[in-house]
């Protein structure tokens, strides 16, 4: 496939790449003090288990299965990674494929 102007540059996103989305995704809510509880309320995390959760398999597509449930706060996301939403969707997707696939 050519790439150029014009042309289709389009690659699928790796898991270490989903992973660093996701993990840029987590900074991005810990930030902002009303988004960090909004996130912990809905996730029934607390503080003091942030560091394990962290490390537990699946933290990182359930942060961005959070996100995705919250169409501004995506959108504001993408736009302080400088991406595109899609981009973290296709991250949520590689973290999290549908069983329909």
Excluded: C, H
Excluded at 45 to 57: F, G, K, N
Aim: hydrophobic letters at 40%; charged letters at 30%.
């Amino acid at each position: 496939m050519q790439t150029g102007w014009g042309m289709n540059t389009y690659r699928k996103i790796t898991k270490d790449e989903a992973e660093t989305t996701a993990l840029n995704a987590f900074s991005f809510l810990a930030q902002d003090d009303e988004r960090l509880t909004r996130f912990l309320e809905t996730t029934g995390l607390r503080p003091e288990t942030i560091r394990q959760a962290v490390e537990t398999p699946g933290f990182f597509a359930a942060v961005l299965d959070y996100v995705a449930s919250d169409e501004p706060l995506l959108i504001d996301l993408a736009k302080a990674l400088a991406t595109k939403p899609e981009r973290i969707m296709e991250a949520r997707y590689t973290l999290s494929p549908s069983e329909f696939e």
